[in-house]
Structure formats: C-alpha cells, structure tokens
C-alpha cells in the first residue's frame, strides 16, 4: 500500500470541506470543555470532601434526603404504586417503549 503525496492530497481536497472542519472543530472544542470541567468538578469536590464538617455535614443531608424520599414515596402501597407510575411513564417518555 504505497501512496504517494499527491494521491494524499488530492482525497484530502476532494472529500474534507469546511462544514467536516467546522464539525471536527467543535466537537474538539466540547471535548475540551467536557474534560477541563470534570477536572476542575473533581479539584472542588475533593477540597470540599476534605473539610471534616463540610464531610459529614453533606452525610447527614444526604441521610436525611433519603430517609425523607423513602417516607413521601415507598412507605405507602398507594404512594408506592403512583411513584413506579411516575418512573414507568419517564421511561416510556424518553425510551419509547414500554417496560
């Protein structure tokens, strides 16, 4: 498979346009801000995660979070029933199909 440098450019020029550049470049572009932002997420959780009270202050909301959903959603079978009612339909909603 040799090829020659004006075999290379001659494909290059008839089949990449400037709309497949434009793409390229910015799905580029998103991947960059994708991974600069998980990195800085990452940093600002880790200093926040590293502050005792901070720590276990965010354990006990999410605790109580919880405890807080369990009680208004799945204590009662009526309230039960409407919540899987709720997930059912969003599924349905974005998939299309049922369960």
Do not use: C, H, W
């Amino acid at each position: 498979m040799n090829f020659n440098i004006t075999e290379i450019k001659s494909f290059v020029t008839e089949n990449v346009t400037e709309d497949i550049l434009k793409k390229i470049g910015i799905t580029a572009g998103i991947f960059f801000v994708v991974i600069v932002s998980q990195l800085l997420i990452g940093a600002i959780v880790n200093v926040i995660d590293s502050i005792p009270v901070v720590n276990q202050l965010l354990m006990l909301i999410g605790l109580v979070s919880f405890i807080d959903f369990v009680r208004n959603n799945l204590v009662s079978d009526e309230k039960r029933q409407e919540f899987v009612t709720k997930v059912k339909n969003i599924y349905i909603e974005f998939v299309g199909e049922e369960v």
